[in-house]
C-alpha cells in the first residue's frame, strides 16, 4: 500500500514537472518570437528609412537635370513642372524588398503661416468660414506665435488655453509643423485639413506667381480677386513673362504687394519609403532652397530643414 502512496506522488511529481516544463518551453517560445518581431521590425524600419533617402537622391537629381537643361531664363518657371511630371511618372519604385515614392511642392506656392499679416490670414480664411470665425482663427494664429502674452480681441493665451482645459499652450514662437494647427483655439480638424494644401510653415515670404493657386493670390491685399485674375491671364502655357511688369501693374492697386518670382526658391521634397506588407512607413521630408539659379546652370541645393518619422 505504501509502494503505491509514494508512486503515487512521483506520478504527481512528474506531471507537474511536465506542466511546468511546459510552461517554461512556452515562455521561451513566446519571448523568442517577440525577438524576432522586434529583429523584423527594425529590419523593415531600417529597409524604410533607406528607401525613403533613396527618393530624395532620386528628386534631387531629377532638379538637377532640369536646372541643367534650361537654355534661357524664359525656360525657368518651366523646371518645377517638370520635375512634377518626372516624378509623378516615376511613381513607386522598387529597392530591394523595399518601395519608395516621392513628390516635390513649391512652398512659395502657399501662404506661409509664420510669415503671413493679419490681412492676409483673415481673407485667406474667410474663403473657408465665415468672416467671424475666420477674423476668430486669425487671432488665435497670431496669438499663437506672436513674441509677447496679450491675447487680441478674438484670441487666446496661455490662460484662456489652461482654463479650458486644453493640454497646450501658445509657444509665443513660430509653427514647426503644419500638425501644430490643431492644438490653436478654433482650428479643428476639418478645418485643418481644408487648408492644409494651400499653406506651410517653411516659406520664405516670396510668391510664385506660375504656381500659386487662385485662393492664395487673391488673399495678399495687394493682389485681391482682380490682380489674381490678371495673373492666371498672364500665365498660359510659359507662365509669367516679367514678374518686374506684373509686379509694377500690380502696385498702381494701392496695395501693399509681396516679393514675387516666377520660379520656386523654395522646395519640400516628401519621400516615403516602406517594405512590402509591413504596415511601417518612413517618411523623409527635405526642404531646399536652390542657390545661383541660372540658364543652363545647376544650382546649390541648400537643405533648409531636414525632418524624418516613421509612422
Same mark, same amino acid.
Request: a negative charge.
Given at each position: ?11 504527481? %511529481? ?16 513566446? $519571448? ?21 533617402? @533613396? ?71 474667410? $474663403? ?35 482654463? @479650458? ?12 509643423? %503644419? ?17 492644409? *494644401?494651400?499653406? $506651410? ?30 495673373? %492666371?491671364?498672364q500665365r498660359g502655357e510659359q507662365g509669367v513673362g516679367s514678374v518686374v511688369? %506684373? ?16 520660379? *520656386? ?24 532652397? *536652390? ?21
Amino acid at each position: 500500500m505504501r509502494l503505491r502512496s509514494e508512486r503515487g506522488v512521483a506520478l504527481m %511529481l512528474v506531471l507537474w514537472l511536465i506542466v511546468v516544463l511546459a510552461a517554461v518551453a512556452a515562455a521561451a517560445v513566446s $519571448t523568442v518570437k517577440r525577438q524576432s518581431d522586434v529583429v523584423v521590425n527594425l529590419r523593415a524600419a531600417a529597409q524604410a528609412r533607406a528607401a525613403a533617402e @533613396s527618393g530624395v537622391t532620386v528628386a534631387l537629381e531629377e532638379l538637377r537635370a532640369a536646372f541643367a537643361a534650361t537654355v534661357e531664363f524664359g525656360d525657368l518657371p518651366r523646371v518645377y513642372p517638370t520635375v512634377v511630371d518626372r516624378l509623378e511618372r516615376l511613381g513607386q519604385q522598387a529597392l530591394g524588398d523595399a518601395r519608395f515614392q516621392v513628390a516635390v511642392v513649391d512652398l512659395n506656392s502657399r501662404i506661409d503661416l509664420n510669415n503671413a499679416d493679419e490681412g492676409t490670414l483673415a481673407a485667406f480664411l474667410g $474663403t473657408f468660414v465665415g468672416e467671424g470665425e475666420a477674423r476668430s482663427l486669425t487671432d488665435a494664429l497670431l496669438d499663437w506665435r506672436d513674441p509677447d502674452g496679450a491675447p487680441r480681441p478674438r484670441g487666446a493665451e496661455a490662460e484662456a488655453y489652461a482654463a @479650458s482645459g486644453s493640454g497646450f499652450a501658445p509657444p509665443n514662437g513660430p509653427l514647426r509643423r %503644419l500638425e501644430e494647427l490643431t492644438r490653436i483655439v478654433g482650428f479643428r480638424e476639418e478645418i485643418a485639413a481644408a487648408i492644409a *494644401p494651400y499653406v $506651410t510653415v517653411w516659406g520664405d515670404g516670396r510668391l510664385n506667381v506660375n504656381t500659386a493657386p487662385e485662393r492664395v493670390l487673391a488673399a495678399f491685399p495687394g493682389i485681391a480677386s482682380q490682380g489674381a485674375s490678371t495673373i %492666371l491671364a498672364q500665365r498660359g502655357e510659359q507662365g509669367v513673362g516679367s514678374v518686374v511688369a %506684373l509686379r509694377e501693374r500690380l502696385s498702381q492697386g494701392g496695395g501693399a504687394v509681396p516679393q514675387l518670382v516666377g520660379a *520656386p526658391q523654395r522646395l519640400l521634397l516628401v519621400s516615403r519609403g516602406w517594405v512590402e506588407g509591413h504596415p511601417l512607413t518612413h517618411e523623409t521630408q527635405v526642404v531646399l532652397q *536652390p542657390q545661383g539659379v541660372a540658364p543652363g546652370r545647376v544650382p546649390d541645393l541648400l537643405v533648409v530643414a531636414w525632418e524624418e518619422r516613421s509612422r
